[in-house]
């Protein structure tokens, strides 16, 4: 019954003076579903338009379903005007509506006065819809339409119920009637621009261009242009039309925030600080606004005020209101936070964004790759590894990736070891626990040959998996005692061989050299001549490949002696 109420809107303009601006106002945001503001302009009106006034004041309270309000209302007018037809109207559909043949003999009655008045053939089609008699809503309209064919607002009412029923090509061609039949209604041509909104989109913007040159300067027309431009992300168009009607006075509460956001994304980013800034004077706990502040400031570089508005944000938010948050909601804070080196809260933010979003995968990787420059490659794995888990991911990249960061970690790790070990042998005061940063070395390079397995069961004919595993192993084996990466070496030695283009020799040389010097520990602990003679034969292997290699040439030179 609710979308009846809107309908009475549409019969009265005719009858209304053009020196009534405020009327024409307050029926223009009622046709517009601005309730509120309606209400403000018609109880300004009241005292010298008493029918009119009241009557909208009744059909507004409807919208709320206050029967009792909208009979007061009417009643009012008919006081106030003891000729008040609509009004009239209003309290007969309330009063008869449980009675329908004496309801039905009251309109019939009302429109027989009034056969050739179009406007009020039209309120009582209203009244007949409200109490769900189509058929005669629909002969109503017909004595109004031969009553003045011409008067538009019997098209916008037909416009507006095929709206209803989901014809909305038929409506549209009801809504061009009317602009037809009166050029200067603004309301006809935003009433149009509506019904393409969603379905045709440059149709709507075409319609409100057209009723903008039929009506220079009209601030329903430009402010529905500007909606228009700001919706279908024309932002720069949204702002030209903004500033028009900025020009003409305030900007109401929704479009001071479209224009604040028109200003963001168009890059305007100082422009957008100052709207946000009076925007937020009047309303500080605004959540989507606040969360326009923290990207703007984030975008002028101005971090802590990022942070604050971004905290504010939260704060705000809550799972059982309208504005949840977005992924970008926590990367833009986390962002903010860290550029001033709170990297743990920004961990805390990107693991939110993952959480609010998981089908955005490729997120994983950028959050890792943002941590591994932050020099916080523990959690840059975790996320990777997230990123891998959600996306079942057969890529050797990625795998070289992950095992790569896992390196990185254990190549650090056997340093510290290193040193500790030889702080120990030195008799000297260390603070780590060599056990502990052992079993953490072993970790990270496990975890670094498990991806690089992965590359050579992905890639088996490929160098590459076999060298990185051989790498994460010798971190293992640092004193090459055991040989953990002698099988990676010298099956990456039989594909370098077998690349007839010759590419990657560095990594052929890389690989004699590692077997020159694992020959070389070799010997040292063994005194085996054959270990000496594998020594030397690999060292002049590299030396083939580059004569002036330092290593090659002492062990050649050291074990020929």
Not at 35 to 56: G, L, M
Not at 205 to 214: P, Q, S, W
Not at 352 to 358: H, I, L
Not at 530 to 551: C, G, H, M, R, W
Request: charged share 25%.
């Amino acid at each position: 019954m609710k979308k009846n109420y809107l309908l009475i809107a549409l019969f009265l303009i005719a009858l209304i003076p053009a020196a009534w601006g405020q009327v024409d106002k307050g029926l223009e945001l009622f046709l517009l579903e601005n309730f509120d503001e309606a209400k403000k302009v018609f109880e300004q009106t009241s005292t010298s338009q008493p029918d009119i006034a009241y009557y909208y004041l009744g059909e507004i309270a409807l919208q709320k379903e206050n029967t009792e309000e909208a009979m007061a209302y009417y009643q009012k007018g008919i006081a106030a005007d003891e000729d008040a037809v609509f009004c009239q109207i209003g309290v007969n559909k309330l009063s008869l509506k449980s009675n329908p043949t004496e309801f039905k003999k009251s309109m019939q009655g009302i429109a027989k006065k009034n056969r050739k008045k179009a406007p009020v053939l039209v309120a009582v089609a209203q009244a007949y819809r409200y109490n769900d008699m189509h058929k005669e809503a629909s002969g109503a309209l017909s004595s109004a339409r031969s009553a003045d064919k011409t008067y538009p607002y019997i098209y916008l009412f037909e416009g507006y119920w095929m709206e209803k029923q989901g014809n909305t090509g038929g409506a549209a061609t009801q809504y061009e009637q009317a602009i037809n039949f009166d050029p200067n209604c603004a309301v006809a041509y935003v009433k149009n621009s509506l019904a393409y909104s969603s379905v045709l989109p440059s149709a709507a913007t075409n319609t409100l261009k057209i009723g903008l040159e039929a009506n220079p300067g009209n601030e329903l027309i430009t402010k529905y242009l500007a909606r228009n431009y700001y919706r279908n992300g024309f932002y720069e168009l949204a702002i030209n039309e903004y500033s028009t009607l900025l020009q003409q006075g305030k900007l109401s509460p929704e479009d001071e925030r479209n224009y604040a956001a028109s200003l963001y994304f168009s890059d305007r980013f100082e422009e957008a600080l100052q709207a946000l800034s009076t925007i937020l004077a009047k309303e500080p706990d605004h959540p989507v606004m606040n969360r326009l502040m923290m990207y703007t400031q984030n975008e002028l570089q101005n971090y802590e005020e990022a942070i604050a508005a971004g905290e504010h944000f939260f704060e705000l938010r809550s799972d059982d209101e309208e504005f949840k948050p977005l992924k970008t909601d926590f990367t833009k804070l986390a962002e903010a936070y860290m550029a001033v080196g709170s990297v743990d809260k920004a961990i805390e933010m990107y693991k939110g964004a993952v959480k609010v979003d998981p089908e955005e995968t490729a997120l994983f990787k950028e959050i890792a790759s943002t941590l591994a420059r932050a020099d916080r490659t523990i959690e840059a794995i975790e996320f990777y590894q997230g990123y891998i888990d959600a996306t079942q991911s057969t890529e050797p990249e990625d795998f070289l990736q992950l095992g790569s960061y896992n390196y990185q970690i254990a190549g650090k790790l056997a340093r510290k070891a290193n040193a500790a070990k030889k702080a120990i042998e030195a008799e000297e005061t260390v603070e780590v626990n060599l056990e502990l940063l052992n079993d953490s070395l072993a970790q990270f390079a496990g975890k670094a040959v498990e991806a690089f397995t992965k590359i050579t069961d992905l890639m088996p004919d490929s160098y590459l998996g076999y060298y990185w595993r051989a790498n994460a192993n010798t971190l293992l084996d640092q004193d090459l005692s055991k040989g953990l990466a002698n099988s990676d070496y010298q099956k990456m030695i039989e594909i370098l061989i077998a690349d007839e283009e010759g590419n990657n020799l560095n990594k052929l040389i890389e690989a004699y050299r590692y077997f020159a010097i694992y020959y070389l520990y070799q010997y040292d602990s063994s005194d085996s001549k054959a270990d000496k003679n594998q020594s030397i034969e690999y060292a002049k292997k590299v030396l083939e490949l580059s004569p002036d290699d330092a290593t090659a040439t002492q062990i050649v030179e050291g074990l020929q002696q």
